[in-house]
């Protein structure tokens, strides 16, 4: 049997003080699209009870790097949805709704598949149509 693998540190030379932000950060857009505490939780990567409610008061001490990455992908995601649509509370709405990109399920509904690839699948998406890639 093997062991459970331990979750990466964040980048090497992260400091703490940014680890910070970019969770408050993450916590400001949650607000935003009014996301669930358990939906935030599976966006973070299913960190514990104890230490998501931990993270939503501040109290960084570390943080994996998956969920690092998350995060990243998540403010990445909010950037496209303002740059693609410039109306805040109409692109904050846009995630819950249905649309095609998605195959007729709503661009939250594949971030919450769970994996950290589907954040990377909704990021690439937003930035194909808006011009950034395929």
């Known amino acids: 049997m093997s062991a459970i693998p331990k979750p990466l540190p964040p980048e090497p030379g992260t400091p703490p003080e940014k680890i910070a ?8 857009v949650a607000s935003l699209w009014d996301v669930s505490n358990e939906q935030a939780r599976v966006l973070l990567g299913r960190p514990g009870r104890a230490t998501y409610f931990l993270w939503k008061k501040g109290e960084v001490r570390t943080v994996p790097y998956d969920t690092v990455r998350r995060i990243s ?3 990445g995601i909010y950037k496209a949805l303002q740059i693609l649509l ?12 249905p649309n095609e990109l998605f ?32």
């Open 73 to 75: 992908y998540v403010l």
């Open 21 to 28: 932000v970019a969770m408050k950060a993450f916590f400001r």
């Open 103 to 134: 195959g007729g399920r709503s661009a939250l509904d594949r971030m919450l598949g769970g994996d950290v690839t589907d954040l990377a699948a909704v990021r690439r998406t937003l930035d194909a149509v808006r011009g950034g890639g395929a």
């Open 86 to 97: 410039p109306i805040p509370a109409r692109a904050d709405a846009w995630l819950k709704e």
